[in-house]
């Protein structure tokens, strides 16, 4: 069974920066195999697609409102997917999530369809 565990959240200020750190791992599992997408949820509002990541690491896509601002990365040897979130803003806040896509091939996507595994989420508050 895959596991995913976000970290790295927590109170920042607006402006400020952190790094949520997603760690994956299963029995037989290899993070090449997995896209990774970073999600985020506010409350009453649906969960959004952040950020994303092919297995390769070859293709990244960015939400319009965080592009500039986050980066995605990933250390398929350490089993890590790493979001840097800098420039924080108050809308920022939210639970963010990583998930996990065993299926896309050299691309990633936003629907939250195409992932079967999720973490349990971290909370991000910006205050302004």
């Known amino acids: 069974q895959l596991q995913l565990v976000e970290s790295g959240g927590g109170l920042v200020q607006s402006g400020g920066s952190l790094r949520l750190s997603c760690v994956t791992s299963?029995?037989?599992?290899?993070?090449?195999?997995?896209?990774i997408g970073w999600f985020r949820q506010a409350p009453g509002k649906e969960r959004e697609g952040v950020s994303c990541i092919s297995n390769s690491g070859s293709i990244t896509r960015y939400a319009d409102s965080v592009k500039g601002r986050f980066t995605i990365s990933r250390d398929n040897a350490k089993n890590m997917v790493y979001l840097q979130m800098n420039s924080l803003k108050p809308e920022d806040t939210a639970v963010y999530y990583c998930?996990?896509?065993?299926?896309?091939?050299?691309?990633?996507?936003?629907?939250?369809?195409?992932?079967?595994?999720w973490g349990q989420g971290t909370q991000v508050t910006v205050s302004s």
């Open positions: 998930a996990a896509d065993r299926r896309s091939i050299n691309a990633c996507y936003f629907a939250k369809s195409v992932y079967d595994h």
């Open positions: 299963g029995f037989g599992f290899k993070l090449d195999y997995y896209a």
